[in-house]
């Protein structure tokens, strides 16, 4: 099956600056792609593409088989975006945004008032929707904005950072929106920074720092790439941290690690329960007081923050030099 977006060793420079440098991936049809990153790792500039509002200077974009270079005018209908601020013209009322949107997309009269009607149901906005969109608040109009990248009824709907301002209602009705969107099959580009919204929406996840993709897979591939499940052991008091240590290493337990900032140690358990069961019998029989011992998940954030911290950055730098 031809997936609904298909990018193939993209490249952009804006002057002397790379923004993206030989991204390839693919979407397919009817899933959501979380696209993740840190501000300035080319995200925007990426979606920018998917949606022809810029050239590529080499590579290539296909929207459902359609180059969007050459062929941006079969594309362009395919696509429905809506960027990190909301676009709609604030002097005229909700219903004449949707209405012109309409318009736009070639529906005649009847036609265009009923589809300018149906979003604004659709969106709980039609109390609102004669009145000038100047008037609305945040999440009406990044519901507005959604609802007009809608009109066309695209196959493929790119959202940039959608949810950015928005108070925890409003970003939930949202997140509701879009999953009943990839229900019915439309295929979602998500650029976002929050990590609950990612795991929230997408079915997976490709991250993306100083213009290259750095990793790609499922939430749950991403967190194995810190070890999966980590048992976290703090005493009672700091200065034992070395002797439980001592304890452990000797045990045979050798991945251990002093995490002395948090005053606790970090062992990740890749023998699960029988290891677990016998790292705890090592510590009875330290006989050392134990503040707290529990197993933790590493977070979308902590795998995250491993990928795109500043140690993570320096060896792509380094390789970009080269």
């Known amino acids: 099956m031809t997936p609904a977006i298909r990018i193939e060793n993209l490249a952009k420079n804006f002057g002397s600056t790379a923004a993206i440098r030989g991204v390839s991936l693919e979407v397919p049809a009817g899933r959501v792609l979380g696209l993740l990153g840190p501000n300035g790792a080319g995200k925007t500039t990426l979606v920018r593409m998917v949606a022809t509002l810029i050239r590529p200077d080499s590579g290539r974009i296909l929207v459902h088989g359609h180059d969007v270079v050459r062929e941006a005018a079969r594309v362009r209908p395919l696509i429905g975006l809506t960027g990190q601020y ?59 904005d959604l609802a007009a990248s809608l009109t066309g009824d695209p196959r493929v709907l790119v959202l940039d950072e959608p949810t950015t301002g928005l108070d925890p209602h409003s970003r ?25 919204e990612a795991e929230a929406l997408a079915d997976a996840l490709v991250v993306i720092d100083s213009g290259r993709v750095i990793a790609s897979g499922s939430t749950a591939e991403l967190r194995a790439r810190l ?56 510590l009875g029989e330290a006989d050392i007081p134990l503040a707290s011992l529990d197993t933790h998940i590493p977070s979308l954030d902590e795998v995250f923050l491993k990928l795109t911290g500043p140690a993570a950055r320096e060896p792509v730098a380094a390789r970009s030099a080269a």
């Open 86 to 144: 909301a676009s709609v013209d604030e002097d005229i009322s909700g219903w004449e945004n949707l209405y012109l949107i309409a318009r736009l997309f070639n529906l005649r009269g009847r036609k265009a008032r009923a589809r300018a009607d149906e979003m604004l149901e659709r969106f709980s906005l039609t109390e609102a929707g004669k009145r000038p969109v100047g008037g609305y608040s945040g999440g009406m109009r990044r519901r507005l």
């Open 172 to 196: 939930n009705s949202l997140w509701a929106e879009v999953n009943r969107l990839a229900g019915q099959g439309t295929t979602v580009l998500l650029t976002t920074q929050y990590m609950e």
């Open 227 to 282: 070890g999966g499940q980590m048992l976290r052991i703090q005493p009672e008091e700091p200065g034992d941290l070395a002797r439980i240590y001592q304890a452990l290493l000797t045990a045979g337990h050798t991945e251990a690690t002093v995490m002395a900032d948090e005053g606790r140690l970090h062992l990740p358990l890749t023998g699960g329960g029988s290891q677990l069961t016998a790292v705890v019998r090592t």
